[in-house]
């Protein structure tokens, strides 16, 4: 079992940039792969990054690659979203997810990932 935690959630206008952090507790964070979602209203929820737990692969959407980058401290059991040149439809609830490896449907399935946070707002206005 693993809780997750997000933060750094907020308004920024476009072009800006925010910064959110999913902070772990329980089982060995190290030892899971971690995913970046978001939900924008009347829409389903939809993958945005995803990091592997070994190799530190990294995966993006191509509607932010260029733009977000994700990383991870296993030390500080923390999986950060840096998020530069924010756009109106970046804005969503952005969720945490934590995936036990290995991967079965792939790192941007959702249904592979156990475990979610309670997700963050993140409002980019024009």
């Known amino acids: 079992q693993v809780q997750l935690v997000e933060s750094g959630g907020g308004l920024v206008q476009a072009g800006g940039s925010l910064r959110l952090s999913c902070v772990a507790s329980?089982?060995?964070?190290?030892?899971?792969?971690m995913g970046w979602f978001r939900q924008a209203p009347e829409k389903a929820r939809e993958f945005v990054a995803a990091?592997?737990?070994?190799?530190?692969?990294?995966y993006y959407a191509d509607s932010v690659k260029g733009r977000f980058t994700i990383s991870r401290d296993n030390g500080k059991n923390t999986v950060f979203l840096q998020m530069n040149s924010l756009k109106p439809e970046d804005t969503a609830v952005y969720y945490c997810?934590?995936?036990?490896?290995?991967?079965?449907?792939?790192?941007?399935?959702?249904?592979?990932?156990?475990?979610w946070g309670q997700g963050t707002q993140v409002t980019v206005s024009s």
């Open positions: 329980g089982r060995t964070f190290s030892s899971y792969n």
């Open positions: 997810a934590a995936e036990d490896p290995p991967y079965e449907l792939g790192p941007r399935n959702q249904n592979d990932y156990a475990y």
């Open positions: 990091i592997t737990w070994r190799a530190g692969l990294t």
